[in-house]
């Protein structure tokens, strides 16, 4: 279990995550779309994840929803490395309707980000490409090589929820224990 506070002129962070836990959240943004999708990356990635977060919300949602990606990157970067006995890589494809996203990831200890999620716009008063800033902060801050594609879809809810999803789960596998693995580099550490 990880605590982290963060705290700037913009943003009031609290965040505990246990990466090995059972999927237990208690989660209050500020931005109602990211409690949804923080509830369920933590059910699916089997996180215990709190977040409270007090925001500059009256300005727009960018300061919380970038704050708290960074937060739970340093968080996941406590808890991740260094890496030993687990599986290393993970890759999951979700669906959720008529939408499919595929996230592949790699515990590498580098943060890189590709994302190719093609939609404008909102979700109620949500701003969608704020989802790309919080994976990037997610992946920046945590060391993570992260591919996010989108493979089809329309619905904007539908697409953002199954990007979520498919981190928690790709996340869930490259974090599964693997006893044989040991430190799975040929570098010898991540
Ligand atoms: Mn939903």
Do not use: W
């Not at 977060?53 to 919380?64: F, M, R, V, Y």
Request: hydrophobic share 40%.
């Amino acid at each position: 279990m990880i605590n982290i506070e963060r705290k700037t002129k913009e943003t009031d962070i609290q965040i505990s995550l246990d990466l090995y836990g059972t999927g237990k959240s208690e989660i209050s943004t500020g931005v109602g779309f990211l409690d949804h999708m923080l509830e369920s990356f933590s059910k699916h990635s089997l996180i215990d994840l709190n977040v409270h977060c007090k925001g500059d919300t009256h300005i727009d949602d960018h300061h919380s929803v970038e704050d708290i990606g960074i937060a739970i990157g340093h968080a996941l970067k406590k808890e991740i490395y260094p890496v030993s006995k687990v599986e290393r890589f993970g890759s999951c494809a979700i669906v959720m309707d008529e939408a499919c996203v595929e996230c592949d990831l790699d515990l590498s200890n580098r943060p890189f980000l590709v994302y190719e999620v093609d939609i404008e716009g909102k979700v109620g008063d949500f701003d969608v490409e704020l989802v790309e800033e919080f994976f990037r902060a997610v992946c920046f801050n945590a060391g993570l090589t992260t591919h996010i594609i989108m493979k089809r879809g329309k619905n904007k809810h539908h697409i953002i929820e199954a990007a979520f999803k498919s981190l928690a789960v790709a996340l869930r596998r490259a974090t599964t224990a693997n006893e044989r693995t040991g430190v799975p580099s040929t570098k010898g550490v991540l």
